[in-house]
């Protein structure tokens, strides 16, 4: 069973950066479409970027397109997060899965069904 560790949260002031990234017990990602998630107490889960197998196709929740930006090697899923706001305090979570996640414009959440634990990402002054 494909095992994700994600990394790289921290308390970052409004307006800074940070890489999120994803590693896998599997030795590659290759076979895996990706997705990161944010989950705010309270609020339900949030799709926020997917990316597909070979990472020529990606897709973005409208609150983080133009700020965040998924990536992908063989190794781990990136999440980029640029110009962040005290709304994207959450913890964040990445998922894989062997389906197509990418669809037109949009992803299909539902076609990831393996988790890491989450990293927390608190931007606040």
């Known amino acids: 069973q494909l095992q994700l560790v994600e990394s790289g949260g921290g308390l970052v002031q409004p307006g800074g950066s940070l890489r999120l990234s994803c590693a896998a017990s599997?030795?590659?990602?290759?076979?895996?479409?990706a997705g990161w998630f944010r989950q705010v107490p309270g609020k339900e889960r949030e799709g926020l970027a997917c990316?597909?197998?070979?990472?020529?196709s990606a897709n973005y929740a409208d609150s983080v397109k133009g700020r965040f930006t998924i990536s992908r090697d063989k190794d781990a899923i990136y999440l980029q997060m640029n110009t962040l706001k005290p709304e994207d305090t959450g913890i964040y979570y990445c998922?894989?899965?062997?389906?197509?996640?990418?669809?037109?414009?949009?992803?299909?959440?539902?076609?990831?069904?393996?988790w890491g634990q989450g990293t927390q990402v608190t931007v606040s002054s």
């Open positions: 998922a894989a899965g062997t389906g197509i996640v990418t669809k037109s414009y949009r992803c299909d959440w539902a076609s990831l069904n393996y």
């Open positions: 599997e030795p590659t990602l290759d076979f895996y479409a």
């Open positions: 990316i597909s197998k070979a990472g020529g």
